[in-house]
């Protein structure tokens, strides 16, 4: 006999797995996919970043699905292994499999294992790749029912390997509306710092004073269990705050893991030196150069910032795979252009590789060409801002917000390129306009004007873009200063096009004061200068205003005809912002002509648009007229709950009625009448009922898509589903951990639909992942034994 084993019918099936002595956090999800797997497939890998929890929820899969394996399941830990030689016999220990023979070990093995019904877990197979596949592929085709759990940060590669990557924990979702306590305490990386901060200080809890602190700690280490694990440990010392300021030395300050624990796995520094170790010189060398990188990257910039000095241009797109397979570089799943593929790196690893560029002096380099890579980028963009291509651009710039921010970090930290900073900063104007970022953008024109005190074209440039976003944030004081200089400047240089936006920004800080008859003569004299020069995005704002002006004064003939031109002007050039804009304006126009059927139709087309590119200002503005139209056609419930819904809107960027202050009157005046029509306690409710809707389900509500449950939220949270039926229906199944494939094959609709639903859902809860959804459904569900949610 080669081996010795226990015999008999009554023989005790053996689940040797380690006891779990802290809770498992999260991860339905992840444990019905990982599982839905393994009935597929024999062989598969669980991959992912170092202490992203590969182990614990293969543990956590093999435990549930144990029964079903007659034969045992085994856990193999192959980390303390330093080379290939004792691999099977790793095996054959963990099994308890008595060798008594000199045959190759791998043949006993698979003698063994031939007719058995064992699920082997093979953890930490990084180190021993080549041979743990060749192991994992022999097994497989050796015997008939044997199934294989991989861990490993890439991928074994054998025939027939299902691979499942292991997301970090989720933290929260980004969105305009703050969640509650309550709702931030479900979220995985959430209740895993809670739960473990209990472990040190029995009393801790999640609350109101401490959910920014505990909620940025857990962002700032990426939702990785076992970096938040590490912190939560530090709480025996430090309070959560002083935590979260130190986290910039995170690899110093994490440094207390079990004593049980790998080596690796007792420092966060040990757990990235054991990838690193990993790696080839040169995706060692690429790892370091795309941590200049801020937020994401796609191939693109991988090639032109860090190809050179060791790394071929064309050898870049192999090792950003080689990466990826590694689980270095991260697949961002977040919406973008589906026709390019971008990159992250979890801010632990980014870090990590950032003192590898330092070590080796090549970061001021680097960020050098990270800075003109994104100068470029800026100034293509602000060239083709108005076009068919300009909201793909609009929606590159925010997915690269964090990169745009770097570089101008870096132009303002030499003041050699204070200059060109500034300018990146003119030329980024849409961006500051179009998103989230307004108030930033205007702290850089500010502080780029402090310091570029040149007299010339970049300055006036910046000056007339300072002014706008003045008359945004209300600041009309200050607009009026930087457009007096820019007129000045503008003369001096003999520059028409500043001229006229000195004069188009004049006229809008008029119209704030409610002086339209000074107004209207600015807007007149842009115009002009704007046609002269052949300008057509300068004369759409021109015309966009002039016929605002114009409708305020009451000249309707003159509003609508500059509006139809400015229509014309936007089709001939394929633009679609600016004629957004427009049709708001002539909304409120053909509103006060009494047409409040093609007002709403006008105010609505608008609203589309401006949900599609997430423009917060247009949002509003498109918002207010259908408050208003509400409020004259006596729909004072539905202009309340548009209120509220405005209230959030404008606390989110900080200023009420951006830039169009003459409009204020007809808010008051709907407010006035809305609260006079319901009375104040009817009003308010109404009001905090608007305020509660999430952000999707409130355009959507505030569009008339669908029967909307705005107003009618649960007893369980007091919040209405932002999901259709259909949505909840599809989100269900993805819960249960339902491919596409099957998804589409359950409801008989196509994969492509399919597809379609699914990415509507991830794009109204704010997610980015499967796993989100499950976990949001399961909450819904617990909330209210799912009887809120439409489609139950």
């Known amino acids: 006999m080669d081996t010795e084993e226990s015999t008999g019918p009554k023989r005790r099936q053996a689940v040797v797995l380690p006891a779990e002595v802290t809770s498992f956090v999260g991860r339905r999800h992840e444990v019905a996919e990982a599982r839905r797997l393994l009935c597929d497939a024999r062989l598969v890998t669980l991959t992912g970043v170092g202490g992203v929890g590969k182990t614990r929820l293969a543990l956590r899969v093999a435990a549930e699905v144990g029964r079903s394996f007659r034969d045992g399941v085994w856990l193999v830990e192959l980390s303390r292994l330093s080379g290939p030689e004792l691999l099977v016999q790793a095996v054959t220990e963990a099994m308890k499999i008595q060798v008594h023979s000199s045959r190759p070990p791998m043949e006993i093995l698979t003698d063994h294992l031939r007719d058995k019904q064992a ?13 743990c596949a060749v192991m994992a592929e022999t ?91 590490l912190a939560a440990v530090r709480l025996r010392a430090l309070s959560a705050e002083q935590l979260l300021a130190r986290l910039d030395d995170r690899f110093r300050l994490l440094t207390s893991g079990p004593r049980t624990a790998l080596p690796r796995q007792q420092t966060l520094r040990a757990l990235i030196d054991w990838s690193h170790d990993l790696c080839t010189e040169q995706e060692q060398l690429l790892w370091a150069r795309v941590s200049v990188f801020a937020d994401g990257l796609d191939l693109e910039a991988a090639e032109e910032v860090c190809a050179g000095e060791g790394i071929d241009r064309e050898e870049v797109a192999d090792l950003v795979i080689g990466l990826v397979d590694k689980s270095i570089l991260v697949r961002d799943d977040r919406p973008s252009d589906h026709s390019v593929v971008r990159y992250r790196l979890l801010e632990t690893v980014r870090q990590y590789g950032r003192e590898r560029l330092v070590a080796r002096g090549q970061e001021a380099a680097l960020r050098r060409r990270h800075r003109d890579y994104y100068r470029k980028l800026a100034a293509e963009a602000y060239a083709q801002r108005f076009g068919p291509s300009q909201v793909a651009w609009f929606n590159r710039l925010r997915l690269e917000h964090a990169n745009l921010r770097g570089a101008l970090e870096c132009c303002f930290t030499e003041p050699k390129d204070v200059a060109a900073g500034l300018e990146m ?14 108030a930033e953008g205007r702290g850089w024109l500010d502080k780029g004007l402090l310091a570029y005190t040149e007299p010339g074209e970049i300055r006036a440039r910046a000056l007339w873009a300072g002014s706008w976003l003045a008359v945004i944030q209300a600041d009309v004081t200050s607009a009026t200063v930087m457009l007096q200089e820019a007129r000045m400047l503008g003369e001096r240089l003999g520059q028409r096009t500043i001229v006229a936006y000195a004069a188009l920004y004049s006229g809008m800080v008029a119209m704030y004061r409610g002086d339209v008859e000074s107004a209207i003569p600015l807007y007149e004299e842009a115009v002009a200068l704007h046609r002269a020069a052949g300008d057509p995005m300068g004369l759409a704002l021109g015309l966009i205003r002039l016929s605002l002006a114009h409708s305020f004064r009451g000249d309707s003939p003159l509003a609508v005809a500059t509006g139809e031109e400015c229509l014309a002007l936007c089709a001939a050039h394929g633009e679609n912002w600016h004629r957004a804009y427009m049709m708001m ?41 259908l408050a208003w139209i509400a409020a004259a056609q006596n729909r004072y419930q539905r202009a309340a709950k548009l209120l509220g819904i405005l209230d959030a809107v404008w606390r989110t960027i900080k200023a009420p009625l951006s830039g169009y202050g003459h409009l204020i009157g007809y808010h008051d005046e709907c407010e006035s009448r809305t609260r006079s029509a319901l009375g104040e306690q009817a009003f308010d409710t109404a009001v905090r009922q608007g305020a509660a809707i999430p952000y999707p389900e409130a355009l959507s509500f505030a569009l008339e898509e669908r029967a909307s449950t705005a107003g009618t939220p649960s007893e369980e949270n007091g919040e209405p589903s932002p999901l259709t039926r259909r949505e909840t229906e599809i989100a269900r199944l993805v819960a249960q951990g339902l491919s596409n494939k099957d998804i589409a094959a359950a409801l008989v609709i196509s994969q492509r639909t399919a597809e379609g639903h699914i990415e509507h859902i991830l794009n109204k809860l704010g997610f980015h992942s499967r796993a989100q959804v499950a976990v949001w459904i399961g909450e819904q569900t617990q909330a209210g034994n799912g009887e809120h949610l439409p489609g139950r």
Not at 587 to 595: A, H, N, T, V
């Open 119 to 131: 699920l082997l877990i093979l953890d930490n197979c990084e180190h021993l790749l080549p041979d």
């Open 585 to 625: 304006a002539l909304g409120i126009e053909i509103w006060r002509q009494g047409d409040a059927r093609r007002a709403v139709e006008l105010e609505k087309e608008s609203l589309r648009f401006n949900r599609s590119i997430d423009d917060l200002l247009g949002v509003g503005i498109n918002l207010e007229v």
């Open 139 to 229: 097994l497989t085709r050796s015997t008939s029912v044997v199934r294989i759990i991989a861990t490993s940060r890439q991928p074994l590669g054998v025939a027939g390997e299902q691979t499942m990557a292991v997301p970090t924990l989720s933290v929260s979702a980004p969105g305009i509306l703050r969640p509650s306590v309550k709702s931030l305490a479900q979220r995985d990386a959430i209740r895993l710092f809670v739960e473990r901060a209990r472990a040190v200080l029995p009393d801790f809890a999640l609350t109101e004073e401490n959910r920014d602190t505990v909620e940025g700690i857990c962002r700032r280490l990426d939702g990785i269990p076992l970096a938040i694990e």
């Open 425 to 438: 900063t003119a030329d980024l104007l849409y961006h500051w306009i179009t998103s989230y970022y307004l």
